[in-house]
């Protein structure tokens, strides 16, 4: 038994080392957004394991410092029958056997390289080395010689892609020899000059990449040349969710004998649940040779027709009062009576108040934000904070393009703050797991949701760091988004030390302007329901809230016309039908909004010395046009026997 177990280990040792392992074509540029480069190593052995081999990406660059930035472990991965693996993204085709995200290959001077080994060996940031090395390649796209790197892989010579001059076409080839390298048009899953197998690979196409629940489609497969006899083969749309009980139509079809394509139909079924879109993956599951795939993967929305309306509108139509907060009953006791830097203290002890408040990761911020910016008229959408419309929550940007998705737009940018992510913020770890935070704590500003929205990716790439005033959104905006994040930035301020909202537009790191312009925008863009239940989602994560959307008179308080004067909750009164009411903004232009009655009021409007100057019965959500001069008046808001005396500043 001793004798049996020496030698297949000598014979598997034996294979390892002795069999030849090449990086045999590289393609680093390609056209467009760059998602299709790859790798191909090619062994000198028809289908031969890989395992036991570790594949490593090296960074040329000054701050890359010739160390290691991926390594994917090989073990799972057998070479086909012309010794060839294709290592590329979803984009690439024919579709690889094995994938690594989009746009992740350098363009140089940079280095590939296979070793025996694991991928745990090559932790990111580790030099180059020719221990356990098999073969390398340093490469660049017209950049001077990295010299240092070849000389820690003991290579002599860099190969430039773009030799010819043709850039984004061509790819690096290992020539026949085993030594040199062919620059020309790249030959994948092919051996470089020809000969070997000829692969005949199979597409997939729909006629659009969306539908509707209830909708029938169709998938045609196409193989390159007409089969010599009958070829069957099966496919699978299970993805998540979406599972074989969601839509009907044959997975199972056959390319008949002399032809090369077939089609069948899908129908998706039309339930009556809300599930959410969802994506269906068509994807290949038993092709056998000479058939491979020429694409994968192939991702087909299912837009669900179940959406829920909530009962409150769009920041572009909004309702106010519906959507009531969750603070508890005595949250904002402390501020009572408070002015100028004590009370900005007490806001700053409740809202970073340590061992209370949450900070969650860069990366949770992406499910906060699904629910705290749902689009009110269809959950399966969030609201885009300056293009002012809905985008469905699935397209939340994860490449380098951002046309048509969304992304997370800081309020208070980070190079203005000086805060930043750290490694951990990439991983979402969910709503019970947190940091401890406190006021000190900027980093945490990185990913505190009440100063992050849901925005436009070229919409937000178009603001950069611009500070309020000098960005005011797009052309044609309606500047619904423009209170909510004027008071994310004004909570930033007190939230944080080392924050602070300025006149004009600083440069220096911790201050953000334009004051008096996020002040304007405040007072005439009032809290509305979409922004309570924002206030109130995030506090659930967070257990924090953005005290100026709750109160939003203590913007006066601190910046404004009331700076100086101790400031009051509001009066209290037994009656729900009047005990919530506020009036927005105020100051005023001459219009303004009133919020939190549950049953119709009578509005009076006196000036300061008595005198009567309107009236008018309201509901809740209603408008009243003043038309006064400036000064101070009084409203009295009436309901049956019970009264509220409110006091407005018309400018």
Same mark, same amino acid.
């Given at each position: ?402 046309? $048509? ?70 052309? $044609? ?5 423009? $209170?909510?994040?004027?008071? $994310? ?163």
């Amino acid at each position: 038994m001793k004798k049996t177990l020496f030698i297949l280990i000598l014979i598997l040792t034996s294979q390892i080392t002795t069999a030849q392992i090449v990086i045999n074509e590289l393609d680093c540029d390609t056209p467009g957004i760059d998602d299709r480069e790859f790798i191909e190593l090619k062994s000198d052995i028809p289908s031969f394991s890989l395992n036991g081999y570790v594949l490593v990406l090296f960074n040329g660059s000054t701050s890359g410092g010739d160390s290691s930035y991926y390594s994917l472990d090989l073990d799972p991965y057998t070479t086909d029958e012309n010794g060839l693996l294709l290592i590329g993204s979803i984009t690439v085709t024919p579709f690889p056997q094995a994938i690594i995200p989009a746009n992740l290959i350098q363009q140089g001077a940079d280095a590939v390289a296979v070793y025996l080994g694991d991928d745990t060996d090559f932790p990111g940031e580790t030099l180059a080395t020719t221990t356990n090395l098999v073969d390398a390649l340093v490469y660049d796209t017209s950049d001077p010689d990295d010299v240092n790197l070849m000389n820690l892989l003991g290579i002599t010579q860099q190969i430039n892609e773009d030799e010819n001059g043709n850039k984004t076409t061509e790819s690096i080839q290992l020539n026949n020899d085993g030594v040199n390298y062919t620059v020309k048009e790249p030959t994948p899953r092919a051996l470089n000059f020809g000969g070997g197998i000829t692969f005949n690979p199979i597409s997939i196409s729909t006629p659009q990449t969306m539908y509707d629940e209830g909708e029938s489609f169709d998938i045609t497969f196409t193989a390159e040349t007409n089969v010599t006899s009958d070829y069957t083969f099966s496919f699978t749309l299970n993805n998540g969710n979406f599972d074989n009980s969601d839509f009907s139509g044959n997975t199972t079809v056959t390319i008949p004998n002399g032809e090369n394509s077939v089609i069948t139909t899908i129908t998706i079924i039309d339930d009556v649940i809300d599930e959410g879109d969802e994506e269906m993956i068509i994807q290949f599951s038993n092709l056998s040779s000479p058939y491979i795939p020429f694409n994968n993967f192939i991702t087909i929305r299912v837009v669900d027709n179940d959406f829920v309306v909530a009962l409150f509108g769009t920041p572009t139509n909004p309702t106010y009062g519906i959507v009531e907060g969750t603070q508890p009953t005595n949250y904002y006791d402390s501020l009572d009576g408070l002015s100028e830097t004590d009370l900005e203290q007490a806001i700053q002890d409740i809202i970073a108040e340590e061992g209370v408040v949450r900070a969650q990761t860069y990366a949770d911020v992406i499910d906060i934000l699904k629910e705290a910016d749902q689009n009110p008229a269809n959950s399966n959408q969030v609201w885009l904070v300056y293009t002012e419309q809905g985008r469905p929550k699935l397209d939340f940007q994860t490449t380098s393009s951002n046309i $048509g998705k969304w992304n997370r737009e800081h309020t208070f940018p980070r190079s203005l703050a000086g805060y930043y992510s750290i490694d951990d913020d990439d991983f979402p770890d969910g709503i019970n797991v947190y940091w401890n935070t406190t006021a000190d704590s900027l980093r945490h500003g990185n990913s505190d949701a009440h100063a992050l929205r849901a925005a436009d990716g070229p919409e937000n790439s178009a603001r950069g760091n611009q500070h309020y005033g000098q960005y005011n959104g797009p052309s $044609g905006n309606l500047g619904s988004f423009k $209170g909510d994040v004027a008071r $994310g930035v004004l909570y930033m301020q007190i939230r944080y030390n080392g924050l602070q909202i300025v006149n004009d537009f600083p440069s220096i790191t911790g201050q953000m302007g334009d004051l008096a312009t996020i002040l304007d925008w405040h007072r005439n863009d009032p809290p509305d329901d979409f922004e309570m239940n924002r206030n109130n989602t995030i506090y659930n994560w967070q257990f924090n809230r953005n005290p100026f959307i709750d109160h939003p008179d203590l913007v006066e308080y601190i910046w404004g016309t009331e700076v100086g004067s101790p400031w009051s909750l509001p009066l209290g009164i037994e009656d729900e039908a009047i005990t919530n009411i506020q009036v927005y903004p105020n100051p005023t232009t001459n219009k303004i909004f009133i919020k939190g009655l549950l049953e119709e009021a009578i509005v009076e409007v006196f000036s300061i010395d008595g005198r009567k100057i309107t009236a008018k019965k309201i509901n809740n959500n209603s408008e009243i046009n003043l038309q006064v001069e400036s000064g101070m008046y009084l409203l009295i808001i009436t309901t049956e026997d019970k009264q509220v005396v409110k006091k407005i500043i018309v400018e």
